[in-house]
T-cell receptor, first 110, second 113 residues
């Protein structure tokens, strides 16, 4: 299975702190994507990193990809209450579909 | 920014009834998808659609399910005879190409009673 698996399952941090979550996957990928989901709502695309990229930034988000370890990390810097959500990694093996992990639930305390 | 639009946002149906979930993908996108998320579980791939035919489907996408692009703008998922276990959030997505980013709709929450 391609599925990404996130770690930790849940994370609780104070506003202003950084949040780091990890994703591991099993086979070769074309790219890896991170999504956010607020409770019971839709999936919001955050960032895409291609297999030939090692690091990517978007605002307060930093994503790394290590294809030799088949792992990725998502760092949210200077967290805010509005960052409270579930975060999912999804792998694209160029086979017309995304394989999602179970997600990390992030709670940012004010 | 272009959006994928899904209707309805919430649908309640009786077991055994047929439901049609509707999606309007982004206009210049060529690939279309349905995913579902049972409450508290992973988002699961159902089906992908390209060039007016199914590209790939998962084990979940059995004979009870069908997809259609009836005109140039809509993309529909039909469940012929709903079961209790079909209760989930169904997400439509589209992409301009393979691996070139996906845009998801906000989902349809289907409740089968």
């Amino acid at each position: 299975s391609q599925q990404g698996e996130e770690d930790p399952q849940a994370l609780s941090i104070q506003e202003g702190e950084n949040a780091t979550m990890n994703c591991s996957y099993k086979t070769s990928i074309n790219n890896l994507q991170w999504y956010r989901q607020n409770s019971g709502r839709g999936l919001v695309h955050l960032i895409l990193i291609r297999s030939n990229e090692r690091e990517k930034h978007s605002g307060r988000l930093r994503v790394t990809l290590d294809t030799s370890k088949k792992s990725s990390s998502l760092l949210i810097t200077a967290s805010r209450a509005a960052d409270t959500a579930s975060y999912f990694c999804a792998t694209d093996a160029n086979d017309y579909k995304l394989s999602f992990g179970a997600g990390t639930t992030v709670t940012v305390r004010a | 920014e272009p959006e994928v639009t899904q209707t309805p946002s919430h649908q309640v149906t009786q077991m055994g009834q047929e439901v049609i979930l509707r999606c309007v993908p982004i206009s210049n996108h060529l690939y279309f998808y349905w995913y579902r998320q049972i409450l508290g579980q992973k988002v699961e791939f159902l089906v992908s659609f390209y060039n007016n035919e199914i590209s790939e489907k998962s084990e979940i996408f059995d004979d009870q399910f069908s997809v259609e692009r009836p005109d140039g703008s809509n993309f529909t998922l039909k469940i012929r005879s709903t079961k209790l276990e079909d209760s989930a959030m169904y997400f439509c997505a589209s992409s301009v190409g393979q691996g070139i980013g996906y845009t998801f709709g906000s989902g349809t929450r289907l409740t089968v009673v």
